[in-house]
């Protein structure tokens, strides 16, 4: 059930060797998080250019090299099998004449919560794989919309989940993933899959944003940890940047970022 008509299917990235769980939901635990990609043509650049994404998972969207918008953690969470929030993008200006791409970076979010805790969202009945269903009109005509044709593949984000992090491995990064011309031809099939269930409605709350910046009110080598403390107790993400002129090593050591509210005496456990 729906709130407006789609041409859209839905589809997931399960033909990805390993992407696929095939199991019950319980034993499910989150992997890459998977670039849905799709191209088309418009023969001028629209008045009017619309993206109409629902995505249960937490997503991000890319139209030809660039993100669309500077939201983040969208959609908001609802119970997925009742009701399920689609997100309108303005992609306007970024569109041209000749060939397009739009490209999904597809998360867990509160849709595939693998965590075991006391609210028991890993028991939710909505559980499955990052899906989505994609429609893009131009001047009120649908121009693209997601099916088997569109592409799959990993990206560096190689583990998701929303009380367990991220791990994003460089070496797997892929330059250009989401400009018009990349070579997507080694990339696999989207495949069709069921809903969840729930009615398709328009998300209409303002949505998350990044609204202000930190910088460390200390700094402190605390064994073989380095602590940042940044005076406030907060909701938000860590941005960290390195310097170097030589290639990451495929055996380089891992960075770990850590979040917490108290130090303790072994920082390191």
């Given at each position: 059930m729906t709130t407006r008509q789609w041409k859209g299917h839905w589809v997931n990235c399960n033909k990805i060797?390993?992407?696929?769980?095939?199991g019950v939901a319980q034993a499910r635990y989150s992997s890459h998080a998977p670039y849905l990609r799709g191209v088309f043509n418009l023969a001028s650049v629209p008045k009017n250019a619309t993206a109409y994404v629902c995505a249960p998972g937490w997503h991000e969207?890319?139209?030809?090299?660039?993100?669309?918008?500077?939201?983040?953690?969208?959609?908001?969470?609802?119970?997925?099998?009742?009701?399920?929030?689609?997100?309108?993008?303005?992609?306007?200006?970024?569109?041209?004449?000749?060939?397009?791409?739009?490209?999904?970076?597809?998360?867990s979010g509160w849709f595939n919560c693998t965590t075991r805790e006391v609210w028991q969202f890993y028991n939710a009945p909505w559980r499955n794989d990052p899906m989505a269903m994609v429609d893009v009109v131009c001047d009120g005509a649908?121009?693209?919309?997601?099916?088997?044709?569109?592409?799959?593949q990993n990206g560096p984000?190689?583990?998701?989940?929303?009380?367990?992090?991220?791990?994003y491995d460089y070496n797997q990064e892929i330059p250009g993933f989401s400009e018009p011309d990349f070579d997507d031809s080694s990339w696999y099939g989207a495949q069709d899959c069921n809903p969840p269930g729930g009615i398709v409605m328009k998300e209409e709350i303002e949505p998350c944003r990044t609204f202000e910046r930190f910088s460390p009110k200390?700094?402190?080598?605390?064994?073989a940890s380095i602590v940042y403390d940044f005076g406030v107790n907060m909701a938000g993400f860590g941005e960290i940047t390195f310097e170097?002129?030589?290639?990451?090593?495929?055996?380089?050591?891992?960075?770990?970022?850590?979040?917490?509210?108290?130090?303790?005496d072994n920082p390191d456990e």
């Amino acid at each position: 059930m729906t709130t407006r008509q789609w041409k859209g299917h839905w589809v997931n990235c399960n033909k990805i060797p390993g992407a696929s769980y095939n199991g019950v939901a319980q034993a499910r635990y989150s992997s890459h998080a998977p670039y849905l990609r799709g191209v088309f043509n418009l023969a001028s650049v629209p008045k009017n250019a619309t993206a109409y994404v629902c995505a249960p998972g937490w997503h991000e969207v890319y139209v030809n090299g660039h993100k669309v918008d500077d939201r983040v953690l969208a959609p908001t969470v609802t119970e997925f099998d009742h009701h399920v929030s689609y997100l309108e993008y303005d992609i306007a200006h970024l569109l041209r004449p000749g060939k397009n791409a739009i490209v999904l970076l597809l998360g867990s979010g509160w849709f595939n919560c693998t965590t075991r805790e006391v609210w028991q969202f890993y028991n939710a009945p909505w559980r499955n794989d990052p899906m989505a269903m994609v429609d893009v009109v131009c001047d009120g005509a649908t121009v693209a919309y997601s099916n088997e044709e569109w592409k799959c593949q990993n990206g560096p984000i190689t583990m998701n989940s929303l009380r367990n992090g991220e791990d994003y491995d460089y070496n797997q990064e892929i330059p250009g993933f989401s400009e018009p011309d990349f070579d997507d031809s080694s990339w696999y099939g989207a495949q069709d899959c069921n809903p969840p269930g729930g009615i398709v409605m328009k998300e209409e709350i303002e949505p998350c944003r990044t609204f202000e910046r930190f910088s460390p009110k200390r700094i402190e080598k605390v064994g073989a940890s380095i602590v940042y403390d940044f005076g406030v107790n907060m909701a938000g993400f860590g941005e960290i940047t390195f310097e170097s002129d030589a290639p990451v090593a495929e055996d380089a050591l891992p960075v770990k970022i850590q979040y917490g509210e108290r130090l303790y005496d072994n920082p390191d456990e």
